[in-house]
């Protein structure tokens, strides 16, 4: 039977890629955005869209009538921002949880999938380590803090007010779609963006922290089980591949070779409380979601490549206000070097 499915943020990258399935499977999606990232034409056709703001009580109120599965994919995702600008890294991360939930519980939606984050782990991978479920949320940045925050608020709520929840934790999805001027976080379509406009790309520390990179078009079959399956409800599970675990080294040699760009990239002091090594255990995914990845990382970058090029290579858009700044803040965003 057709569903109604709201997902906030829909004009942002994943919950776009989101919106384009749940509408194949023939329910009806509505949604909002308050256009702090994502594109407007991102938005696919058949959404009911509304330029709503998600920490908007009294309008979620409104737009979440008659709805049966909330996607709750608006965030502020800056992770690496979120310890110069907390303030608006937690309005848009935890304070749109609170509004858009509680606007949930009013109009009886059945299930609520939150997209949270692997900033839920912090430093516990240890070298070469894996980030998996069973471990304790100890996240180090106020991203993190925010999205575990709302992890807890959500199981509070969901227990004091009978809904179903699920905990998506995305491990750097990529993929078409993805702002790419945004010069604050989405490493593989910044420097996708740089070289073609003839630029090295900039890396943080030496370039060896190691991430688990996840094609779109992998992450989102198991985000649509969690909104849709019976045995998905009350997990939380990580969403990327545990097959390649590659360092941001490998990422800028892989998009040179692919545009056959001369690379010497220019290496940069780290952020603070960057995290070395975040990998992705996919051993749950696999279990309960039925997880396989398709796509390899070069092709995925591959196709990330010909969107962008697509779409022509542009300028970065310094749009979020750095609220904190002194000699901690990364040169690169206080004299706008990207
Ligand atoms: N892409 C990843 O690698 C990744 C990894 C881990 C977690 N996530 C999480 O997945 C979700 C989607 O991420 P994404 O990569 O698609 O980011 P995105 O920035 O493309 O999408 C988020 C969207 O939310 C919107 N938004 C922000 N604040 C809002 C508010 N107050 N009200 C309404 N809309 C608001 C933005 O305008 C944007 O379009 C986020 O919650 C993010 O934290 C993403």
Redesign the pocket.
Same mark, same amino acid.
């Given at each position: 039977m057709a569903s109604h499915v709201f997902i #906030? *943020?829909v $004009? *942002?990258?994943?919950?776009s890629h989101v919106a384009d399935r749940v509408l194949a499977l023939g329910h009806r999606v509505s949604g %909002? @955005? +308050? !256009?702090? *990232? *994502?594109y407007r034409d991102n938005v696919p056709d058949g959404v009911e869209f509304d330029e #709503? @703001?998600?920490?908007d009580f009294e309008k979620m109120k409104k737009a979440l009538a008659g709805v049966d599965v909330l996607y709750h %994919? $608006? $965030?502020?995702?800056h992770e690496g921002l979120s310890v110069f600008s907390p303030n608006l890294i937690t309005q848009? #991360?935890y304070n749109?949880t609170v509004a858009t939930v509680a606007a949930a519980v009013l109009n009886d939606v059945k299930r609520v999938v939150f %997209?949270?984050? !692997?900033a839920r782990y912090g430093h516990q991978g240890g070298e070469g380590g894996v980030f998996s479920e069973d471990m304790p949320a100890r996240p180090v940045d106020p991203y993190g803090v925010a999205?575990y925050a709302s992890e807890m608020y959500i199981e509070i709520m969901a227990r004091s007010h009978g809904f179903e929840f699920a905990h998506a934790v995305?491990? +750097?999805?990529f993929g078409p779609r993805?702002?790419y001027d945004d010069p604050y976080r989405n490493v593989v379509s910044i420097m996708i963006n740089r070289m073609l406009q003839g630029k090295q790309p900039i890396i943080y520390g030496d370039g060896e922290q190691k991430r688990s990179f996840t094609f779109v078009a992998d992450a989102i079959q198991p985000l649509e089980k969690l909104g849709f399956e019976k045995h998905a409800a009350g997990h939380t599970v990580n969403i990327g591949p545990d097959e390649e675990f590659v360092t941001v080294n490998h990422i800028a040699r892989t998009i040179a070779d692919i545009l056959n760009f001369k690379l010497q990239p220019i290496y940069v002091p780290p952020r603070p409380q960057e995290v070395k090594y975040a990998g992705c255990s996919a051993e749950k995914a696999r279990s309960l979601l039925g997880y396989k990845t398709t796509v390899s990382l070069k092709d995925g970058i591959a196709e990330t490549v010909s969107w962008i090029q697509a779409r022509g290579p542009k300028p970065f858009e310094y749009h979020l206000p750095l609220e904190i700044v002194n000699d901690k803040t990364p040169d690169t965003w206080k004299s706008r070097l990207i």
């Open positions: #906030t *943020g $004009a *942002g990258f994943l919950g %909002c @955005d +308050n !256009m702090l *990232g *994502g #709503t @703001d998600a920490r %994919c $608006a $965030a502020a995702p848009h #991360t749109s %997209c949270s984050s !692997m999205k995305p491990h +750097n999805i993805q702002k």
